[in-house]
């Protein structure tokens, strides 16, 4: 069993939809969670960063984290052709390494 | 958040010949880089931890004598690719984590002819 799983889509919306994306991990003593985006030829951007339980919002962005269903998601609002990308969850138990689930493509069309 | 770049982005080298790849974080201080490679359509690899001042670790199935790896400083990490051949032109990508989140460079592209 990977130590995060992320289903990797591809998954299309049309504009304005909300979208969810999920991640689920199976050390229960990750405490560090993150979201990246990453456009095509691009270096991962990150985009939330949630330590232990909790919701975080950033503007159309809500990060959740769920530690005791080792469960986290990303809400998008009101999503826009340029939220199309690969977005990729990671994790930690502390520093430094990551990991990485495999990233889901989102396409939002006009 | 914090900024790590990489230099080159695009590089195309002949079969036989080696490339260096230098990654910096820019304002802040990393004892620890990774390097990742990342084909089109797949999610990143992990190719090796860059620990400043000592050795890298290597994942299983990398070559630690044909991509060597150098951290220089605590703001510095250098990937080589010695003898590069067609099948290592991929997207390099390096990261560096201050005290909780990382942060990637923009990538390398590389092309082997």
């Known amino acids: 069993q990977k130590e995060v799983e992320q289903d990797p889509g591809p998954l299309s919306v049309p504009e304005g939809a909300i979208v969810s994306l999920n991640c689920t991990y199976s050390?229960?003593?990750?405490?560090?969670f993150m979201w990246y985006r990453q456009y095509s030829r691009k270096g991962p951007e990150l985009l939330m960063y949630?330590?232990?339980?909790g919701n975080k919002e950033d503007g159309r962005f809500t990060a959740q984290v769920d530690k005791s269903s080792k469960y986290i998601s990303l809400f998008i609002r009101d999503s826009q052709p340029s939220d199309s990308a690969t977005y990729l969850c990671a994790m930690s138990v502390g520093l430094p390494n990551l990991f990485f689930g495999t990233g889901t493509r989102l396409t939002v069309i006009p | 958040g914090a900024v790590v770049s990489q230099h080159p982005s695009w590089v195309i080298c002949k079969s036989g010949t080696s490339v260096k790849i230098e990654c910096r974080s820019l304002?802040?201080?990393?004892?620890?880089m990774f390097w990742y490679r990342q084909f089109p359509k797949q999610s990143l690899m992990l190719m090796a931890t860059?620990?400043?001042?000592?050795?890298?670790?290597?994942e299983q199935g990398v070559e630690k004598d044909k991509f060597l790896i150098n951290h220089a400083s605590l703001t510095l990490s250098t990937l080589t690719v010695t003898s590069a051949h067609p099948e290592d032109s991929s997207f390099y990508i390096c990261?560096?984590?201050?005290?909780?989140?990382?942060?990637f460079g923009p990538g390398t592209r590389l092309t082997v002819t």
């Open positions: 949630t330590y232990s339980s």
């Open positions: 990261s560096a984590r201050d005290d909780m989140a990382g942060f």
């Open positions: 860059s620990n400043e001042g000592s050795k890298a670790t290597y």
């Open positions: 050390n229960s003593a990750f405490q560090y």
């Open positions: 304002d802040f201080q990393a004892t620890t």
